[in-house]
């Protein structure tokens, strides 16, 4: 079956421009996370939303960085302003109701920022 | 949050068993142990949860003391192909609030 899928997988943007990154969990999986991994890190929380709402954001750096899933299904991480140090992969994970921490993750998205 | 401590790095040869064992003291009562798997350029991937005792699929198993301060991953008869970082986490499944914690992980290298 699908799994998680994201859109796009690199992306290179120059210092202060906008960006938005895609995350298309596994069908009826209502908790969806975002990560974010430095080369020879692990993925570093940043928000979890389950269903619609973010239930814990405690993980966003600033608030250059904002994520939506308004019909509770795709979401999107947005970044504004971007600086080099955001350059990293950006990983999307969603798991069901029952076992959250089973978590299927998509392939990332490699953001370069010049 | 249950914290973990893993190796930072493992080497081993291809058809070799391997162990990666993994502390985690502050372990709550309703806390399950989880390990991914993470190759290169790839998200990590779900191996193997347990809460005591033994667990076994088709990929490792997961041995847990009966004080479940500590775990350890056993991949059989390892292949090339293992090489990988394979993380450790600790955290209740059935609650939505329980953050997952990444830690660094440990690199496994398996030559031939």
């Known amino acids: 079956g699908a799994g998680v899928s994201q859109t796009p997988s690199n992306k290179v943007t120059e210092k202060g421009k906008y960006v938005e990154l895609r995350c298309d969990p596994i069908?009826?999986?209502?908790?969806l996370y975002w990560y974010r991994q430095s080369l020879g890190q692990g993925p570093e929380f940043l928000i979890y939303?389950?269903?619609?709402?973010?239930?814990?954001d405690s993980g966003l750096p600033n608030d250059r960085f904002f994520a939506v899933r308004p019909e509770g299904s795709v979401s999107t991480l947005k970044i504004q302003r971007t600086e080099r140090g955001d350059s990293a992969v950006y990983l999307c994970?969603?798991?069901?109701?029952?076992?959250?921490?089973?978590?299927?993750f998509g392939p990332g998205t490699r953001l370069t920022v010049l | 949050l249950a914290k973990t401590t893993q190796p930072i790095s493992m080497d081993s040869y291809e058809g070799q068993e391997v162990n990666i064992t993994c502390s985690h003291n502050?372990?709550?009562?309703?806390?399950?142990i989880t390990w991914y798997q993470q190759f290169p350029s790839q998200g990590p991937r779900f191996i193997i949860q347990?809460?005591?005792t033994k667990v076994t699929n088709e990929v490792a198993s997961l041995f847990i003391p009966a004080d479940r301060k500590s775990s350890t991953l056993s991949l059989p008869r390892v292949s090339l192909s293992d090489t990988a970082v394979y993380y450790c986490?600790?955290?209740?499944?059935?609650?939505?609030?329980?953050?997952?914690?990444f830690g660094s992980g440990t690199r496994l290298s398996i030559r031939p």
């Open positions: 994970a969603s798991s069901s109701s029952t076992v959250y921490n089973e978590q299927f």
């Open positions: 069908s009826g999986h209502t908790a």
């Open positions: 939303f389950q269903g619609t709402g973010a239930a814990d």
């Open positions: 502050n372990i709550a009562t309703n806390d399950y």
């Open positions: 347990g809460y005591k």
């Open positions: 986490l600790v955290g209740d499944p059935l609650n939505s609030a329980s953050k997952i914690i």
